[in-house]
């Protein structure tokens, strides 16, 4: 539940390697930090080697055997050491092998360029480095204790090498295609996963196994009976942002193995000497990790002569303190959830329209999972289209036993479409694309709340027909804005409908023409948002959870069967745009909090703290009142 992933990267120019390292001081200093489990590395990305061995580049300056003494004081105290190996990336095998390197099609090898301070990338498909990788496998294995292997930079570019050219032909790709060269690249990573996972089991059938990508989307299926565990690297700070864990979590929970959220205690990201995160936002962090079902790893760096560094080490155990606290109310958890969001195929690390899904719902405090076209969707009420999701014959079979079954549908744009058709089921035709861009909505008399005049839709729109219920229609412009005629600064006014509908609803679902999270995502429009929830507010009569809390907080509900209670997380740490990046310096209160939950009647309702909350029962719902609290809080229902 509470690991460091101990980075370790050292040019060879750097002397003195583990010069002060005490193995003792190293072992208390964990165990005061309350740290359960360390990363520590064989190889790091300049390619250098951290213990005595046989293989030729060990750090020249290394002063001790620095990982079986990382290892032992570990052990001693009852700390396991997962053991770390670059992949990817391994500068002293790119400088002996240079053929080792992936070559891109015009000819460049991967990686920095020769006058770059920079890393340069292995090919992940040639059999002599990957070899040379086994190894080390092998002799870590005859050495230590192995507690695990984390493989990292786990990425295969469009290498037409010799060894991919000649290999792509011979199975008949078309190298000349970009496509077809990404397409091998998948299936490189794919071979190479299951390469080095059969050869680590060979000596431990059981040995716990990462690759680590940066990302972890719906094509780790192909591959997950490799993994032993997931770990969601995600430095908010460091060009993950704040969005990024919710949205992999949220996938990764449904993927049936143990997972850790990575975060680190570095102010911006990797390899940052002397730069510390707020307390705040490490606490933040890992308690958003447990809230989602994850334990927490935080990234940290041994200092070169062996050290820790002792204000990280400190901050990193002041939040483990605070954490362990809650350990026997994350054991066997299991997210409560009522709506499932359907992933684009995308390689992208974010999404808009995912990103814009996961902030509306998260905001509006429902509860929630991402699926992939393999998940089981029919414990869900609703399913959410985003924008995109352009359909195949088998995902349009079950999304239409799915409504059968009763489930309902949220889809935008060009979601649901299937060679400009929409399911058979769906009384919708597919027109085409707006001719206007943007061009206005207008709610319909079940949506007069939300104002009674045309908003401007800052993206695209389908055309469609439809003779189910419209609940809101397109307006036009009065002309497209364009160089050869324009009016005001933006885009030109409303002149009037255009006899279109921009959402309707039927009994299976509701639609929207224009991509409204994407529009939320890339241009923050409140009226996006309220049209989602509008819409989820027909499909989902009653959420799980019901509060008054502001769209700021994160209401996350999970269930322990064993102990049949409801765990209720309510976080309240918001990012703020401070310099170029988010940050989280202080936990806020919250003040009043009304909250009702779906469930059977709780005999008792308390706070972490034993602090017992009267609860009002009615109507299928536990409603609780919570008069203060600052940043977080769990509140338990005791069935």
């Known amino acids: 539940m509470r690991a460091i992933h101990l980075d370790f990267h050292n040019s060879p120019l750097i002397e003195n390697i583990g010069s002060n390292f005490n193995p003792h001081t190293f072992a208390q200093e964990l165990l005061e930090a309350k740290v359960e489990s360390i990363t520590c590395f064989a190889k790091c990305h300049h390619g250098m080697i951290y213990y005595y061995t046989k293989l030729p580049t060990q750090h020249p300056h290394l002063q001790s055997d620095l990982l079986r003494e990382q290892i032992a004081a570990c052990h001693q105290v009852g700390i396991k050491v997962p053991i770390y190996i670059s992949l990817g990336l391994d500068e002293a095998m790119a400088t002996l092998h240079p053929d080792w390197r992936e070559l891109s099609a015009e000819g460049k090898l991967g990686g920095s360029s020769p006058l770059e301070a920079g890393w340069k990338k292995l090919c992940l498909n040639n059999d002599a480095y990957l070899t040379y990788v086994e190894e080390q496998i092998a002799e870590l294995f005859s050495l ?14 469009e290498c037409c090498c010799p060894h ?9 790709y078309e190298p000349e295609k970009s496509e077809d060269r990404k397409a091998f690249a998948e299936k490189v990573v794919i071979l190479m996963k299951k390469r080095l996972s059969a050869f680590i089991r060979k000596y431990d059938g059981k ?62 990201s990797w390899a940052e000497y002397g730069g510390y995160k707020s307390p705040a936002a490490l606490e933040y962090e890992c308690l958003r990790s447990i809230a989602f079902g994850a334990g927490c790893s935080i990234g940290d760096q041994l200092l070169p002569d ?19 606290q809650y350990e026997p109310y994350l054991k066997a958890a299991m997210p409560v959830t009522e709506i499932a969001v359907l992933m684009p195929k995308t390689k992208e690390r974010m999404d808009d329209a995912l990103a814009g899904a996961n902030s509306i719902l998260a905001q509006a405090q429902y509860q929630f999972d991402l699926v992939d076209g393999q ?3 029919f414990g869900y009420s609703v399913l959410v289209l985003p924008d995109h999701i352009v359909l195949g014959k088998e995902l349009i079979d079950k999304i239409e036993e799915y409504q059968k079954a009763g489930g309902k549908i949220l889809a935008s744009y060009h979601s649901g479409l299937c060679q400009g058709k929409f399911p058979a089921s769906w009384p919708l035709e597919y027109l085409g694309e707006s001719e206007f861009v943007p061009d206005y909505l207008l709610p319909g008399d079940s949506w007069q709340s939300l104002g009674q005049m045309p908003f401007v839709m800052h ?61 939320y995502r890339r241009h923050g429009s409140p009226i996006a948002k309220e049209l989602v929830l509008a819409a989820l507010g027909e499909l ?38 401070r310099s170029q990046l988010d940050l989280v310096e202080d936990p ?49 229902f005791e069935l």
């Not at 030109?492 to 039927?506: D, F, H, I, N, Y």
């Open 375 to 377: 998940c089981d969707w």
């Open 588 to 636: 806020l209160p919250l003040v009043d909090l009304k909250i009702g939950i779906r469930m059977d009647s709780p005999k008792k309702v308390a706070t972490l703290s034993g602090k017992e909350l009267a609860v009002e029962y009615k109507a299928g719902r536990a409603w609780i009142e919570i008069g203060k609290l600052v940043g977080h809080e769990l509140v338990l």
């Open 306 to 324: 062996g050290r820790l560094d002792p204000l990280a080490i400190k901050l990193i155990g002041d939040t483990y303190k605070t954490l362990a």
């Open 164 to 172: 991919c050219l000649s290999q792509m032909i011979r199975e008949g």
């Open 540 to 577: 989902l009569v009653e959420p799980l959870v019901i509060s008054n809390a502001p769209s700021t907080a994160q209401l996350l509900l999970n269930y322990q069967k064993k102990e049949n209670r409801y765990c209720l997380h309510i976080l309240h740490y918001v990012p703020e745009r």
């Open 144 to 157: 230590f204790v192995v507690d695990g292997l984390f493989f990292d930079i786990i990425h295969q570019g």
């Open 207 to 268: 040995c716990p196994i990462f690759y680590n990508a940066g990302h972890i989307d719906s094509s780790i299926r192909t591959n997950l009976s490799d993994y032993s565990h997931l770990e969601l690297e995600s430095l908010p700070t460091g060009g993950w942002g704040y969005d990024h864990f919710p949205i992999v979590a949220r996938f990764a929970r449904t993927l049936g193995l143990p997972y850790l959220g990575m975060t680190g205690r570095f102010h911006k």
């Open 459 to 519: 993206e695209p729109a389908t055309e469609v027909e439809s003779e189910a219920r419209w609940l809101a229609e397109r307006w036009r412009p009065f002309f497209q804005r364009n160089w050869r005629h324009f009016s005001n600064h933006f885009h030109t006014p409303p002149q009037g409908p255009m006899g279109k509908p921009a959402a309707v609803s039927w009994e299976g679902g509701i639609y929207f023409t224009h991509p409204l999270f994407s529009i």
